[in-house]
Antibody, heavy 121, light 107 residues
Framework: QLQLQESGSGLVKPSQTLSLTCAVS??????????WSWIRQPPGKALEWIGY???????YYNPSLKSRVTISVDRSKNQFSLNLSSVTAADTAVYYC?????????????WGQGTLVTVSS | SYEVTQPPSVSVSPGQTASITCSGDKLGDKYACWYQQKPGQSPVLVIY???KRPSGIPERFSGSKSGNTATLTIRGTQVLDEADYYC??????????FGGGTKLTVL
């Protein structure tokens, strides 16, 4: 059973960099041709796609966040990470990592439990 | 930037049919999928590629698309279906966008 678990700092100061990690168990990031994604949800608001990557290494970002986002992969640890720079209060959200259903498209069926990140001084 | 629009809320009586729409310019050229999210929980994929249902999702959930409008239909709605539902559009050019969500109330 594939499981994803987010971890990282729950409190980040404005202008600093938010860093989160998604640990994957029950499956390998390096196989299957799946897309692995970061998605966030501000409190009481809608979901927002941040970016995703494929096993091949191709990475895609939400154009509205692209200048501040980096998604990286550590295949040796079977985990991937999110860095979001120059954060503001608007970046306060629950951050989810997810994997797509079958490697055929951008629809995510495996989700972590989410981790709340608050941006505040 | 590309957007898809959902009604903020939909109400339905138990046992009746609920329909939630998702509209967007050129949605006809993209794929739609739908997620159910209950309070404090992660989203659950209920429909993908416009009308396909993942394993384990009850048959009462169905999806369709006509032109630039996708629709999630829940037949025989149950109280446990009360949740927020999100539409998501995507295409093979890596364009991904979520709708604003629809709160489904079953009463």
């Amino acid at each position: 059973q594939l499981q994803l678990q987010e971890s990282g700092s729950g409190l980040v100061k404005p202008s600093q960099t938010l860093s989160l990690t998604c640990a994957v168990s029950g499956g390998s990031i390096s196989s299957g041709g799946y897309s692995w994604s970061w998605i966030r949800q501000p409190p009481g608001k809608a979901l927002e796609w941040i970016g995703y990557f494929y096993q091949s290494g191709n990475t895609y970002y939400n154009p509205s966040l692209k200048s501040r986002v980096t998604i990286s992969v550590d295949r040796s640890k079977n985990q991937f990470s999110l860095n979001l720079s120059s954060v503001t209060a608007a970046d306060t959200a629950v951050y989810y990592c997810a994997r797509d259903l079958d490697g055929s498209g951008s629809y995510w069926s495996y989700w972590g439990q989410g981790t709340l990140v608050t941006v505040s001084s | 930037s590309y957007e898809v629009t959902q009604p903020p809320s939909v109400s339905v009586s138990p046992g009746q049919t609920a329909s939630i729409t998702c509209s967007g310019d050129k949605l006809g050229d993209k794929y739609a999928c739908w997620y159910q999210q209950k309070p404090g929980q992660s989203p659950v994929l209920v429909i993908y590629q416009d009308k396909k249902r993942p394993s384990g999702i009850p048959e009462r959930f169905s999806g369709s698309k006509s032109g630039n409008t996708a629709t999630l239909t829940i037949r025989g709605t149950q109280v446990l279906d009360e949740a927020d539902y999100y539409c998501q559009a995507w295409d093979y050019s890596a364009h991904v966008v979520f709708g604003g969500g629809t709160k489904l109330t079953v009463l």
